[in-house]
């Protein structure tokens, strides 16, 4: 088979044809990503520190050495007095008033853990004169159309967009997790009132991103809203299809279809960890291309999954973070890589990656392990 760049093959896999290899895709954190720039010899004096996740987007330099087909583009966020307030080195405020404090963990990394919920305490009539963050502010799109024009004319990588946030997950991390739960059961007009607020805005940076620098990209990542644990969706599949579907379709539909206007092969991903298996239909109802991340847990049995949904979906990632890559062994690495893209690569609709960014207790080794059997594995049709 003719060897692909890697934006014709991550094309013919969303498109479930048969590219010439499985592509591939990693998000990295800090410490892993900077060892792997020494294990390449790649110049990281001009990389900077990771984001309140820990993640450093990848440079073509890397994405090269490793075989990844992918690069991400990302929008800036919006400018909020919010953000003048308890700003420190291990104190921070985002644009929609939440107040993160950064705790380093034992293996040298890092996370920003919420410390304060700005409507833990508020009424429906408070989310009125609320200072929420301004979508149209200049800041959103500085510098994206030039940088999405040079990554595409310059490389033949698949390149991602990342946009407006998270929908549900924003509302709890400003209402406070336990919190909204409840009132996604007691408090409903709470609940919808402040999650059409936060879709709103993350539409409109959507929108303005995607007039800007949708042509150059293939791939329209609508943020994230973790729904599934480990064993089973956060919330019932009835008040997710009650409360949550409604919003999640209406910024699915709106935004696919002005991608596509803009790039008719422009695809749309969405990022949910953990069982969400019993409302997987409801994503494809909704008109979603692409599924991430897959995570082994129980419900979510890839064979089960490609079976189901393989024709109807694009699976992204699949491929362990919790146990395999942090504690296997390069060859066990390997072979369940191998293992994996024998059962979702074939017949297309397979990306592989990693279920999470890979984080500071990930050997090198293994991430190399991962790149190589990705590379040796082919479209998964053996």
Known sequence: MVN?????????AIEHNNPDRVPLDMTICEEPYMKLLEYFGIDKSNILGGDKWGEILTIPELAKALGIDFL???????QNHNQ???ISADLSTDE???VRKKVQLRDGSYYWNIVHHPLKESRIEDLIDFPWPNPDDEQVCEDLPSEAKHLYKNTDLCLIGRFGSSIFETAWYMR???????DLMINQDFAKVLMEKICSIQMRIDERCLELAGKYIQILKLAGDDLGGQEGPLISPEIFRQMIKPILCKRWEVIKSKFRKINPKG???????GNIYPIIPDFIECGLDILDPIQKVKGMEIEKLKAEFGNK???HGAIDTQYLLPNGSPAEVRSEVKRIISILGKNGGYIAAPVHNLQADV?????IALSDAVRESGNGNY
Do not use: D
């Open 72 to 78: 991400y583009i990302k929008s800036k966020k919006p």
């Open 176 to 182: 406070g997790f336990e919190q909204f739960l409840m």
């Open 267 to 273: 695809y749309v991903m969405f990022h949910s960890c």
């Open 96 to 98: 929609w008033g939440v």
């Open 84 to 86: 003048s307030k308890n």
């Open 313 to 315: 979906l694009t699976f």
């Open 363 to 367: 050997p090198v080794e293994n991430i």
């Open 4 to 12: 692909m760049t890697p934006r014709e093959r991550a094309i013919s």
